[in-house]
């Protein structure tokens, strides 16, 4: 898979789907939820989690049809600053959870404009009707 394919794309990041070699075996995104600052509202880094517990877990959720996982990617030095995904997407009542993790190297307004980008997505494309986080 071509890491740099995109599938949102926005001014400052674009969103694919994850490369879980190359972003989570030999990437930092297992260290974001060890990472004390990175979860501070979030309900993981509850317990330690090392590469190959995240790769299980994404590789778990990418397989679930009711979940869409993306990666984001700052556009501008290409690298992936965060996760962001719909899970439990539930299509008989046209709703989903919405959740994201951004590292802490990111471009000012980066975070929000993922989380548009998956919501426009989430509305026009996936005709849900409602997204909670």
């Known amino acids: 898979m071509n890491a740099n394919e995109k599938f949102l794309e926005g001014r400052l990041v674009f969103l694919r789907k994850p490369d879980v070699q190359a972003d989570v075996l030999e990437g930092e995104w297992h ?9 501070r509202y ?5 317990f330690p989690v090392s590469r ?6 994404i590789r778990r959720d990418m397989s679930n049809p009711g979940n869409l996982i993306l990666a984001v990617v700052d556009k501008e030095s290409g690298s992936q600053i965060g996760v962001i995904s719909l ?3 539930d299509w008989i009542n046209r709703c989903a959870e919405i959740g994201m993790v951004i590292g802490r190297k990111r471009p000012a ?3 929000l404009e993922a989380m548009a980008l998956l919501a426009k997505h989430a509305f026009d ?8 986080g």
């Open 87 to 89: 899970k439990n997407i």
């Open 52 to 57: 190959d517990d995240e790769a299980a877990v």
């Open 31 to 39: 260290s974001w939820f060890n990472d004390p600052r990175v979860t």
């Open 42 to 46: 979030l309900i993981h880094g509850v």
């Open 109 to 111: 307004g980066s975070a």
């Open 125 to 132: 494309r996936l005709n849900l009707e409602r997204i909670y």
